[in-house]
């Protein structure tokens, strides 16, 4: 599952295209959303980026900033880019969920998969001055683990084609996102995210993620406009559900909800979840009074789906 390798998350490669002549680099979308695809980032919109985010977290050309993750998605590069922008060290690390901390860095970029093993470090806490979880949403109990471990720890919301994030929320103190230093937010009708900024060549993106715009500069992320079940005229949000139900059954194995196909409703509401045998419908509607919020089956898989780079891929397993 997620990284499994151990080869180190070499920049080499990255790096030689950073300096060459070209205006642009070429980097790869994840495939957690859709078919992953290449597409060209200008330099000069990654070096804004890395300079909004080195000011944020007072990176300067004395810090060190750590890396376990692959080149070949943007906040590898990123990163390097970042050292790069700053003139300061960049500790490459394995590419691997297991992500060992020797000494102390400034920044350490990870998903939230690799937050797992730093919490069996003792030490590590007090080596990262702050940890940058992005890739997927990090849910509650791992949030809780990492805050109650004593990390300074923030959690990014971006994506490839607005060079790493565009926000970032301080786990620990609320779940809202604020916006990065010349980045604004509204929605659209579907109340999915809009993003603007004069500072990059793409001026203004709509997302598919919808969320509650607090105001023109933060949000409450709910889920993607993808995921959304409508069951019998209720639209449903899965990522949301999923907290809930976390919160109100800890003892869940690894799992996500999705929409099947349902002659009555439309679509009715699954849960795929890892070798579930002591999990019994009853039971979650029990808990989860609603109907409309409880799974009408339950899907059996050995592991979670995942995309190269160790992303949940929300899909509809064969059987």
């Given at each position: 599952?997620?990284?499994?390798?151990?080869?180190?998350?070499?920049?080499?490669?990255?790096?030689?295209?950073?300096?060459?002549?070209?205006?642009?680099?070429?980097?790869?979308?994840?495939?957690?959303?859709?078919?992953?695809?290449?597409?060209?980032?200008?330099?000069?919109?990654m070096?804004?980026?890395?300079?909004?985010?080195?000011?944020?977290?007072?990176?300067?050309?004395?810090?060190?900033?750590?890396?376990?993750?692959?080149?070949?998605?943007?906040?590898?590069?990123?990163?390097?880019?970042?050292?790069?922008?700053?003139?300061?060290?960049?500790?490459?690390?394995?590419?691997?969920n297991?992500?060992?901390?020797?000494?102390?860095?400034?920044?350490?970029?990870?998903?939230?998969?690799?937050?797992?093993?730093?919490?069996?470090?003792?030490?590590?806490?007090?080596?990262?001055?702050?940890?940058?979880?992005?890739?997927?949403?990090?849910?509650?109990?791992?949030?809780?683990?990492?805050?109650?471990?004593?990390?300074?720890?923030?959690?990014?919301?971006?994506?490839?084609?607005?060079?790493?994030?565009?926000?970032?929320r301080?786990?620990?103190?609320?779940d809202?996102?604020?916006?990065m230093?010349?980045?604004?937010?509204?929605?659209?009708?579907?109340?999915?995210?809009?993003?603007?900024?004069?500072?990059?060549?793409?001026?203004?993106?709509?997302?598919?993620?919808?969320?509650?715009?607090?105001?023109?500069?933060?949000?409450?992320?709910?889920?993607?406009?993808?995921?959304?079940?409508n069951?019998?005229?209720?639209?449903?949000?899965?990522?949301?559900?999923?907290?809930?139900?976390?919160?109100?059954?800890?003892?869940?194995?690894?799992?996500?909800?999705?929409?099947?196909?349902?002659?009555?409703?439309?679509?009715?509401?699954?849960?795929?979840?890892?070798?579930?045998?002591?999990?019994?419908?009853?039971?979650?509607?029990?808990?989860?009074?609603?109907?409309?919020?409880?799974?009408?089956?339950?899907?059996s898989?050995?592991?979670?789906?995942?995309?190269?780079?160790g992303?949940?891929?929300?899909?509809?397993?064969?059987?």
């Open positions: 599952m997620g990284y499994s390798t151990v080869a180190m998350a070499s920049m080499t490669g990255f790096l030689q295209e950073w300096h060459n002549a070209e205006p642009f680099v070429v980097a790869h979308t994840s495939g957690s959303t859709g078919t992953p695809k290449s597409i060209r980032l200008l330099k000069s919109d070096r804004a980026s890395a300079t909004a985010t080195n000011r944020f977290f007072g990176i300067h050309s004395g810090s060190v900033l750590a890396i376990p993750l692959s080149a070949d998605y943007i906040a590898g590069k990123m990163m390097a880019v970042r050292a790069d922008v700053a003139g300061c060290r960049l500790l490459e690390l394995p590419v691997s297991d992500v060992d901390i020797k000494e102390h860095v400034d920044l350490l970029a990870v998903v939230p998969s690799q937050t797992k093993s730093l919490l069996l470090n003792p030490d590590a806490p007090q080596l990262v001055r702050n940890l940058l979880i992005g890739g997927a949403p990090l849910n509650d109990d791992l949030a809780r683990q990492v805050i109650d471990a004593g990390f300074s720890a923030y959690l990014g919301y971006g994506m490839t084609e607005t060079c790493s994030h565009v926000a970032l301080k786990i620990g103190n609320d809202i996102f604020h916006a230093p010349g980045i604004s937010f509204s929605t659209d009708s579907r109340g999915s995210l809009i993003v603007e900024s004069g500072n990059f060549s793409w001026k203004k993106l709509v997302t598919n993620d919808v969320v509650e715009l607090v105001s023109a500069k933060s949000f409450r992320w709910l889920g993607r406009f993808d995921n959304v079940i069951s019998g005229g209720i639209k449903l949000h899965p990522e949301e559900l999923e907290k809930e139900y976390r919160e109100r059954i800890p003892s869940l194995p690894p799992f996500y909800l999705i929409g099947e196909t349902d002659d009555t409703l439309g679509q009715r509401l699954v849960m795929v979840a890892e070798n579930p045998e002591d999990i019994l419908l009853d039971n979650i509607r029990e808990i989860i009074s609603d109907h409309h919020k409880t799974p009408k089956r339950i899907i898989v050995t592991s979670l789906p995942q995309t190269a780079n992303k949940l891929r929300r899909i509809l397993p064969a059987e």
